[in-house]
């Protein structure tokens, strides 16, 4: 017997693969994930749940009380209107780009995604029968998704295109009118346009812009993992018209049922408690980023100032040797190819640990003699 052909195309995560093979005493640049802790009153709202009995299935939508604050805060963050109805609270950003995956794209449907991008796009649209189509992110560019590109690689097969800004794993912010043009051929095409926002606290020199804002056709997806270092609560959303709502429900129902009911409740004292914890943690990251870059270019490692999210993605000789020389040294890395054709000249560093850390990273891969 055998599983089917479409798990049988699938690989397993080369960020998880990293991750296992590391040493006692490695330093790990390979999961993207804070390195900060959950700030006490979200973790103080969650356990009170546990305590006062929130410890049941909730509706398949989400608490009332959460959509609500969630509508509040993407009219106000992200200029979306957007009411309790058309949000769908999910179990993390992961489970709502499989869901638009499932019930929005059919076998031999074309999806465009970024290349290099977040390796869960490419898998979902395979799971889902479709056919990911790869839009190169240039390093001429600065490694972000353009219009230009986007419209290039438009077929008569075309169902859907994801963005993602700041990207996972390039650190790329769009500009603004890439998304508006994005959004407006989407919808002169009809085709669905899905926006992965888990990033968008995260940004340093840029502004992040949400293409719901320009387009019918759009829907957003975001989460709590990143923003409020809650990686391990899975909580998550998404956002669009209705009608596309209550498509993606059908699989929530059918997989997950509800998101965590004491999460919930975490989530909802995330929204509405203070913002503080967000601002220390990226002037933070981008401490940790400017040193990272100019360390890795004064190596003569060629790299990008990313924008936003905590990575950096620089072009490597030989990356494959390059991560197995860093392993040696005690230094975990992710090899760009497993990100898209794109990225198999880079490599992915996460600075998600400590200044010191990654102080000691810089020194053990400057010690290579790259």
Known sequence: MEPSKRVRSINLSEIRKMFEIAGE?????????????????IIE???????EGFTHYTSNMGILELREALSMKLKKDNGIESSPESILVTVGASEAIY?????????????LIPDPGFLSYDACVNLAGGIPRGIELKMENDL?????????GITNKTKA???????????????KEDVKAIAEIADDHGIYLISDEVYEKIIY???????????ENAVTINGFSKSYAMTGFRIGYVTAHPEIIKELLKIHQYTTACASSMVQKGALAALEGPQNSIDYMVGEFKRRRDMVVKR????????????GAFYV????????????????????????RAFGFHGKNHVRMSYATSYSQLEEAMDRLESMNI
């Open 25 to 41: 005493n490695s330093i790990n640049l390979g999961l993207g994930e804070p390195d900060f802790k959950t700030p006490e009153h």
């Open 45 to 51: 709202a969650t356990s009170t749940a546990m305590r």
């Open 99 to 111: 869901m638009c995956m499932q019930a929005l794209v059919d076998p031999e449907d074309e999806v």
């Open 144 to 152: 972000r998704m353009t219009s230009q590109e986007v419209q290039e």
């Open 161 to 175: 295109i994801i963005l993602n800004s700041p990207s996972n794993p390039t650190g790329s912010v769009m500009k």
């Open 205 to 215: 020199d840029d502004k992040h812009h949400s293409p719901a804002k320009f387009c």
């Open 296 to 307: 890795l270019n004064g190596m003569g490692v060629k790299c990008i100032n990313p924008h």
């Open 313 to 336: 993605f620089p072009k490597v000789d030989n990356p494959y040797e390059f991560v197995v020389e860093g392993l040696k040294k005690g230094v975990v890395m992710v090899p760009g």
